[in-house]
T-cell receptor, first 109, second 113 residues
Framework: GQNIDQPTEMTATEGAIVQINCTYQ??????LFWYQQHAGEAPTFLSY??LDGLEEKGRFSSFLSRSKGYSYLLLKELQMKDSASYLC??????????WGAGTKLIIKP | IAGITQAPTSQILAAGRRMTLRCTQD?????MYWYRQDLGLGLRLIHY???????GKGEVPDGYSVSRANTDDFPLTLASAVPSQTSVYFC????????????FGPGTRLTVL
């Protein structure tokens, strides 16, 4: 079966660094997406990895290891506005996204 | 219109009623999708369309139907609503199905009583 696993909730302090992990099992693999979703709003795109390694985009970075079926999202210099849910999604062989339940990130001052 | 819009924003519906959720995008994207999002679960794909004139079933298609008469519009119909269809429904679009980011509409919160 297809499955995406990520922690349900994490807490971090403003100004700190947090890493949100995601493991995936998909039928075929065409890339790994991360989305941010604030409460009551739509998901918005953060990153897409299809090759192994780290992709850096400002304060956010995303890492992929295809051999381990593993990805993480790294958020640096945390700000209160980063409080949101972070959704991991794998693109399967049919080019359909398989979504994790999301990690709710709580930022404390 | 800028991006992708959905209507209505929210709706309370009696069980057994027919309901159509509307979705329109102005980005000329080929692919469109309907998801439902329930507490504690990931987004689940209901139906999709890779290009105008074609549709396909996702993970949870039962009780829903879609049409894609043109590039811009992708309505989702509940023929006879049931309480288990209470959810937040998101429409999304992407330039193509192959690895492009999906852009999401603001969502429709549907309650079936």
């Amino acid at each position: 079966g297809q499955n995406i696993d990520q922690p349900t909730e994490m807490t971090a302090t403003e100004g700190a660094i947090v890493q949100i992990n995601c493991t995936y099992q998909t039928s075929g693999f065409n890339g790994l997406f991360w989305y941010q979703q604030h409460a009551g709003e739509a998901p918005t795109f953060l990153s897409y990895n299809v090759l192994d390694g780290l992709e850096e985009k400002g304060r956010f970075s995303s890492f992929l290891s295809r051999s381990k079926g593993y990805s993480y999202l790294l958020l640096k210099e945390l700000q209160m506005k980063d409080s949101a849910s972070y959704l991991c999604a794998g693109l399967d062989s049919n080019y359909q996204l398989i979504w994790g339940a999301g990690t709710k990130l709580i930022i404390k001052p | 219109i800028a991006g992708i819009t959905q209507a209505p924003t929210s709706q309370i519906l009696a069980a057994g009623r027919r309901m159509t959720l509307r979705c329109t995008q102005d980005m000329r994207h080929n692919a469109m999708y309907w998801y439902r999002q329930d507490l504690g679960l990931g987004l689940r794909l209901i139906h999709y369309s890779n290009t105008a004139g074609t549709t396909g079933k996702g993970e949870v298609p039962d009780g829903y139907s879609v049409s894609r008469a043109n590039t811009d519009d992708f309505p989702l119909t509940l023929a006879s609503a049931v309480p288990s269809q209470t959810s937040v429904y998101f429409c999304a679009s992407s330039d193509s199905a192959e690895g492009n980011e999906q852009f999401f509409g603001p969502g429709t919160r549907l309650t079936v009583l």
